[in-house]
């Protein structure tokens, strides 16, 4: 049992919390979030964060770490999950990964190297962002041809040029080491036109149970947000809202907006990860049953 880990991954409105309360419930399992949103603390309405009460019960790790001022590093993530998950197991339990953050989740699954990263070289990124598409992809090409002929958008190909500056080493080089952990991954999704009126629907929700206070607090209490936390769908907006920029009609509409578009995102990412086991999250109750059933045959078989 010592090297097991159950992850529930998915895009956004598709039950997931609700899928590992359940399997905490049943099993020995301990939930550990992989929703960079839901580290902060204060962000509550606009992340769907599990209900104070039930993480009294059931905990969760990784859920109301940094406030909104602070930046926290998928490599701080990866380093702190191999800690806790050595506690979790010094207490016969099993880590229960439950979320939505593809890059943090991958660097688990996958163990993607991110503690050998080097730090970003602000000043070199400034000035390779005031050249074209075109141009970086020249730059990267005769820097690291393998790594830059998969890449189309700026961001990654500067990513490419700034590796190299800072290691003199290609990108394409950087191999992941064999992880030491057995997973089982359950992928939860719904079709394409129910998530969309269930993110608008969950949106109005959040409105009415007072996510504009919720971020009026928050704004009250830290003047200055950190990049990670003022880009976070349904705070962006409303902040905007409540300085003026939008009316709060548009606010929500945006929200609704970009959260379909992040649900899309999250889709195409996850697709890519390898062996997950996809259940379509539309009935909950009748895939909660298939799903229990797999992680008990998981645990007992291993």
Known sequence: MGNLVIVILGPTATHKSEVGIELAKEFPLEIVSADSMQFYKGMDIGTAKVPREIREKIPHHFVDIIDVSEEYSVSQYKREFLKLSEEVYGRKKIPLIVGGSGLYIRAITENFPVE?????????????????????????????????????????????????????????????????????????????????????????????????????????????WSKTARQAIGY?????????????????????????HFAKRQITWFKKEKNVLWFDSTNLEKVVDEIKRLVGEFINEN
């Open 116 to 224: 050998e990263s080097p730090s970003p070289d602000t000043e070199l990124r400034k000035a390779l962002s005031e050249k074209s598409v075109d141009e970086l992809k020249k730059l990267a090409e005769s820097i690291d041809f393998e790594a830059a002929n998969k890449v189309f958008d700026k961001k990654r190909l500067i990513r490419i040029i700034e590796y190299y500056n800072k290691t003199g080493k290609k990108i394409s080089e950087v191999k992941n080491p064999e992880g030491k952990f057995q997973f089982l991954k359950i992928g939860l999704v719904k079709p394409r036109e129910v998530l969309y009126k269930d993110i608008e629907n969950r949106v109005d929700r959040m409105v009415e149970i007072g996510l504009i206070d919720e971020v009026r607090r928050l704004k009250e209490m830290y003047p200055c």
């Open 236 to 260: 962006k907006e409303i902040l905007d809202y409540l300085e003026g920029v939008i009316t709060l009609e548009d606010a929500i509409k945006l929200i609704k907006k970009n959260t379909r």
